[in-house]
């Protein structure tokens, strides 16, 4: 298996752009997360899936954040419109339940996102 | 949510054990605690994770206070490739959130 993959894993883009951040996870994982990483905040989670069904979108910041999933192997984060404290690494995992307490995640290689 | 404390960085010498201590004092009973590591420029990665006893994988040990409210990643035997920054995170139940904190910088000299 080919990991958890996300795409791009640069962009650059200028404030007031809308942004989408891509993320194909391990085959056959019924749990997705999307974190974002900064110096300041650490690695917090936005929103999780399971089975395609967002359960917990508490740590979305604000309106213009929004994540779909709209089947089990493909997931997107927009950001609309983007604004420079958006600058972050965005990381999606992914997870399979039934490993018992195991709870192990699957990250991908983020994305580094740069707004100016 | 279990807040966690971690010492900012550690150092260690190449082929010498390590010891990275977790305070999480506010720990649930049901809570399982988890290690995972970042190496430079990818995502995290599992290390280990535990309950109440220590544990023991190929990658490292853990060892958990007999009151919970603390635990210590053991890497018997630092390489170059382990320096990392750890993090330790409790979480409640086989699908409970991760809730990371800004973790440990390891630091490995040759």
């Known amino acids: 298996d080919a990991g958890v993959i996300q795409s791009p894993r640069h962009e650059v883009t200028e404030m007031g752009q809308e942004v989408t951040l891509r993320c194909k996870p391990i085959?056959?994982?019924?749990?997705l997360f999307w974190y974002r990483q900064t110096m300041m905040r650490g690695l917090e989670l936005l929103i999780y899936f399971n089975n395609n069904v967002p359960i917990d979108d508490s740590g979305m910041p604000e309106d213009r954040f929004s994540a779909k999933m709209p089947n089990a192997s493909f997931s997107t984060l927009k950001i609309q419109p983007s604004e420079p404290r958006d600058s972050a690494v965005y990381f999606c995992?992914?997870?399979?339940?039934?490993?018992?307490?195991?709870?192990?995640?699957?990250f991908g290689p983020g994305t580094r996102l740069t707004v100016l | 949510d279990a807040k966690t404390t971690q010492p900012n960085s550690m150092e260690s010498n190449e082929e010498e054990p390590v010891h990275l201590p977790c305070n999480h004092s506010?720990?649930?009973?049901?809570?399982?605690i988890h290690w995972y590591r970042q190496l430079p420029s990818q995502g995290p990665e599992y290390v280990i994770h535990?309950?109440?006893s220590n544990v023991n994988n190929r990658m490292a040990s853990l060892a958990i206070a007999e009151d919970r409210k603390s635990s210590t990643l053991i890497l018997h035997r630092a390489t170059l490739r382990d320096a990392a920054v750890y993090y330790c995170t409790p979480s409640g139940g086989s699908q409970g959130n991760l809730i990371f904190g800004k973790g440990t910088k390891l630091s490995v000299k040759p």
């Open positions: 995992a992914s997870s399979l339940r039934g490993q018992g307490d195991r709870n192990e995640q699957f």
């Open positions: 535990g309950l109440t």
């Open positions: 506010t720990i649930s009973g049901t809570d399982y």
């Open positions: 085959s056959g994982h019924d749990y």
